[in-house]
Structures are given as C-alpha cells and as structure tokens.
C-alpha cells in the first residue's frame, strides 16, 4: 500500500481541482491511501455528498495555512510553518507518507522541502526533472527552474539522478544522456558546459554529446540536462507555442462556415492532436536529490492534471526511487 501526503489547498484553484483528482485516483487504484492536507472545515464539507468520505484509504490532517502563490520562498518557510505544503512534506519526513504532491509556489514548495527532508549524500542541490512530449515518445528534461546557475559537477549530479529516474521508473537501463547547448560542435558553448561535458565523458553513463533544442521535441535522447534557468525558458517558451498553435487552429476553423465545416471534418485528427500535445498528460515534475518524494503540479492545471502528477508521486513511492538514487550515487559519484 502506497500513502501519499497531498497538499489540498495550494496552487491557483485549490479545493475545486485537488479534490476531484485525489477521488478519481483512489477509485483507481485500491492500492494507495491519501491523507489529504488542509483546512479540515473546507475538505469536510467538499466531501460531504462523495461515498470516498468512508473509506480506509483516505484522511485529512488540519492544517490551517496555506502558502500562497505571490509568497516568497522565506516567507512560506518562516512564518507559515503550519501550511498545507509543509505539514505536506513533515509527513513525508516522519515516514507517515510515501511521497508529497502539491500545487503551490515553486519557490517556496524546493525551499521548505529542501529544509524538512534535506538533500542524499553526495548531492548538493536537488533539481525538478519533468516528461516532455516529443515525436515518438516522451523525453526527460533536467533542472527546470530550480537552480539558476549550475556549475559543471552539478549538471553531472543532474545526469546522475535523471538517469537513474528512467531506469526506476521506465526500466530504461541505459539512457542517452544529452547537454542542451547552442550547437552540437564541441567548440560551441560557454566554458561550464564544455567542462560538463568532459566530466560526462569520463562518466559511466550513456553520454551522447550535446544536443540541440529542437532535440527536446524532435530528437531521440531519453535525458536532456541543463541548468534551470535555460530549462524554465524551454519550457515555458514551449507551453505558450503549444497554446498559440492550439488557438490559431480553432480560430481558423472558427471563421466561416466553409471552415467550419472543414473543422468538422478534420475533428478526428485536430483531437488526436490536441490529446498528444495535451500538457496536462505531462504534469508532475520530481524534485530530485531530496531524501524524499516531492512531486510539483503545475499551479495552474485542471483535475486532469493534478491527477496525473498524482501518478507520478504513486509511480516513484511505489518504485522506492529515492533509496534506489541515494544507493546507486554512493558508488557511481566515487567514479566522477
């Protein structure tokens, strides 16, 4: 039995999102409890009219703050120490939770789980790993926000625990490792990442090279890794090109009736599209190198969404990723 902490109240829409997700996954999997974190008035009342209410598998721990999304990371770690993120990831520290999933403030959701849980041997700053759709398949993309200037031996940590993400989590024994760059010329590149590079080389993971941006989407590597400020804009720049394209399209179709009709008829392919591009079947990015399991929910994602970063935190608890990262790095890193 799998028990996850969730944190009810953060993010942009709160009850109205987390609690329908956290039902839809306990009618889908009998194997995993959530204990559900927040103003216990509010929950209560949310599930009031739901059979879900009666059942072992869920309970709620008060907590009567909540971090908001325009509080800075200090501030929700010093003065809200009895929010729903923290009381969240306490859980996670007294092993009375398998792993943490919340909505709320990035900032302050890396600063107060680095403090409670910590950072494994070896390891000196954690990084948020997420699944990008691309052509055939998915890649994973590390750090993507949480560390805006990372030295070499830190992008080799990145590899590290990426790669040992996908194996746990994919069964991928052997991942292609890439370093995003502006070339994939071993003269292109800032001093850092030629460094990262040659310590990639003399590593024994599955170092491809460097590659490309359009390698995220377009390419074939399992794991791209780069520090957080290149992988945020990545990101984002990639999220507001998938919404443009997305809208374009349905204004296009929108403005006639001969288009209109042509919208009807190319409907099977426009939602086969929209379902592979959908960003919500990609929510849920791991806060690697904690000792313990954090998953971050997009702070803007529907129950959709906050369901599938749900199973993401059910994916790696059930996986026992992190003591499988914190025992692999204590002989690999002796390599580095």
């Known amino acids: ?87 969240a990831i306490n859980l996670v520290k007294s092993d009375e939770s398998d792993a943490c999933v919340s909505a709320g403030n990035t900032g302050a ?14 390891i000196d700053r954690p990084a948020i790993c997420a699944r990008l759709p691309r052509e055939n398949g ?59 590079s040659d310590m990639f080389k003399k590593s024994p993971l599955n170092y491809i090279g460097f590659v490309e941006a359009d390698d995220i989407y377009m390419g074939d590597t399992d794991l791209i890794v780069c520090d957080g400020f290149v992988g945020n804009v990545a990101l984002k720049t990639s999220e507001g090109i998938a919404q443009m394209f997305m809208g374009a399209t349905k204004k296009e179709f929108s403005r006639n009736i001969l288009t209109k009709g042509a919208g009807l008829l190319a409907r099977p392919v426009l939602n086969a599209i929209k379902n592979r591009l959908d960003h919500r079947r990609y929510n849920g990015a791991s806060f690697l190198g904690l000792r313990g399991t954090v998953v971050k929910s997009h702070g803007n994602t529907d129950a959709v969404g906050f369901r599938y970063a749900i ?16 025992n692999a790095l204590s002989s690999t890193l002796s390599l580095a």
């Open 138 to 196: 998915c890649t994973y993309m590390l750090d993507l926000g949480a560390n805006i200037d990372s030295p070499p031996a830190i992008l080799y940590q990145f590899g590290l625990m990426g790669s040992l993400l996908l194996k746990c989590l994919d069964g991928n024994e052997f991942p292609s490792v890439g370093l995003l760059n502006i070339g994939v010329e071993e003269i292109k590149g800032n001093t850092t990442i030629k460094d990262a």
């Open 109 to 122: 959701l890396m600063a107060t789980a680095r403090f409670v849980l910590k950072t494994i041997s070896g």
């Open 311 to 326: 199973e993401v935190a059910i994916e790696e608890a059930r996986s026992n990723l992190v003591n499988q990262i914190e």
């Open 1 to 87: 039995m799998v028990t996850l902490s969730v944190d009810m109240m953060s993010g942009d829409h709160g009850l109205g999102v987390t609690m329908p997700a956290v039902l839809d996954v306990l009618q889908h999997h009998q194997d995993v409890k959530l204990i559900l974190v927040g103003d216990e008035s509010e929950i209560t009342e949310y599930l009031k009219d739901s059979s879900a209410a009666n059942t072992e598998r869920l309970s709620i721990h008060h907590a009567s703050e909540v971090v908001e999304m325009t509080d800075s990371p200090a501030n929700a770690l010093r003065q809200k120490k009895d929010s729903s993120m923290r009381v």
